[in-house]
């Protein structure tokens, strides 16, 4: 419950983040990644994870059939909201990573995860069930932080201390406070490239990228 109070409050600086040259790199990255390893339109995409939807509507405006979960009430509304503007037809539902995936095996063609193992519970259970919904020959893309102090300088505000802000307010104090809360909880990880190449491989996916530093890019596909 905790952590859900977090994500829901943390969406006010979803949208933002996303407008940034750095952010609009991460998703070219992403796009451009399934394309090189023979992901086409209209493909089916299930992005795992969404945040407010920015990776999910990029895959939509490309042609893909995307479709987009998370946990957060808040992060949804905000997708939803996106895509209505933008008149793009993704789909987005709520689910708990952590909890059942209530997609049918093989549902998918392809999958992408990106920035969010190191926030679940049960990072290695996630994987085995994206590989799970994912049809065989199909891509899995994940974006995975290989240091907290590169996350914390990329995402300031979800490290944020109230002492670092005098003028901060009782909002601003609670979010903090549930997020101390929900760290214990969320039991953040981040792993090396080798570490990441053995979970992977001992779940019978082939490689066919792994790279980047501090933020790896890894794509895999189901045998």
Not at 3 to 30: I, L
Not at 47 to 64: E, I, K
Not at 168 to 193: D, F, I
Request: charged residues 30%.
């Amino acid at each position: 419950m905790l952590d859900k109070v977090f994500w829901g409050a943390y969406t006010r600086y979803g949208e933002p983040q996303d407008k940034t040259g750095t952010e609009r790199a991460r998703v070219e990255n992403v796009l451009r990644r399934l394309e090189e390893f023979g992901a086409k339109p209209p493909q089916s995409v299930f992005d795992a994870g969404c945040n407010t939807g920015t990776y999910t509507l990029a895959l939509a405006l490309a042609g893909y059939d995307a479709t987009g979960v998370d946990f957060a009430p808040g992060m949804l509304s905000a997708a939803r909201r996106r895509a209505e503007e933008l008149k793009v037809p993704a789909t987005f539902g709520k689910m708990d990573l952590d909890k059942v995936f209530w997609y049918d095996d093989s549902e998918f063609d392809n999958a992408i995860c990106t920035s969010v193992l190191h926030a679940v519970r049960r990072p290695e259970w996630v994987l085995d069930e994206l590989r799970r919904v994912i049809k065989p020959g199909g891509l899995l893309l994940l974006t995975v932080w290989l240091d907290q102090a590169k996350h914390r300088e990329a995402f300031p505000q979800l490290f944020a201390k109230p002492e670092n802000e005098p003028d901060a307010g009782v909002v601003t104090r609670l979010r903090h406070a549930v997020k101390t809360l929900s760290e214990p909880q969320r039991r953040l990880h981040y792993w090396t490239p080798a570490q990441m190449r053995q979970v992977l491989e001992s779940r019978d996916f082939e490689i066919l990228l792994l790279a980047g530093d501090p933020l790896l890019t890894v794509v895999v596909r189901k045998k």
